[in-house]
């Protein structure tokens, strides 16, 4: 069995722990790795049956630069001022190389690297194993003397909540199947982090207006919308990011 079976099977394990939103830094790092592994595990899948996994990578890259450099960013900010300035200094050239890792990734899904699919597989798993790796030492360190399940999750302190990715993902969003009052700040991220002529559909039974307000403050123009469905049981709105945006 890979080093990356085994960390799907470790995380998948504990995966109870995703069902309500994490509040420790152990369980946001339970979420982060189970969500990468399973991404990781169906890219290899399908480079095994010699096909480039294309659609699998871009999946992958996009989550890792989505939310595993998110995450980076936030524990740099809101946890590594609480702890010794060596062992944050230590923690942070992890980071440098798990964002490096996704940039790899980003670059090979873009075609701007070019990979055989044993390279591709080869770096794969070798960011799997170790953002593990880095997550289960960080997990020790950032305790400081602590029990690990007694150290704050980033989202507790204000951080970005990893449980709306998967909910997001795909052309279509349903804003009631996210969590409450968290549905209007889950959408606009979703289009912020849309690819140039991509398009996404909105859907919602409560209306699409807070949502339309915002992401027009936050980028005037660079969207086109179209309303598919004005209610009142069901509002839907077709989102296309233009791509001089």
Known sequence: MTEVNLAVRSVTETAGL????PLTLTEEHVLLLWQVTASAEK??????HDRWPAAELAALAGYAQSEVLRQVSDEEALLFPAVPAQTAAGLARDHVRLRAAAELLARA????????AAQLAA???DFVVQLERHLRNEDDLLASGRAPQDVPGTVH????????YPL???PEVDLDALPPGQAVAAAVDRLLRMRRGEQVELQS?????????EISELSPGGYQFTVLQDGPARWRMQVIRRKGS
């Open 123 to 125: 770096a794969v798993r």
């Open 43 to 48: 890219l290899l899948t399908a480079a095994e």
């Open 157 to 164: 302190l204000g951080g970005h909540p990893h449980e709306w």
């Open 205 to 213: 039974g409560a209306g699409l207006d807070a949502v339309w307000r």
């Open 109 to 116: 899904a873009a075609g701007e690297q070019p990979m055989s």
């Open 168 to 170: 997001t993902e795909g």
């Open 18 to 21: 995703t069902a309500q939103p």
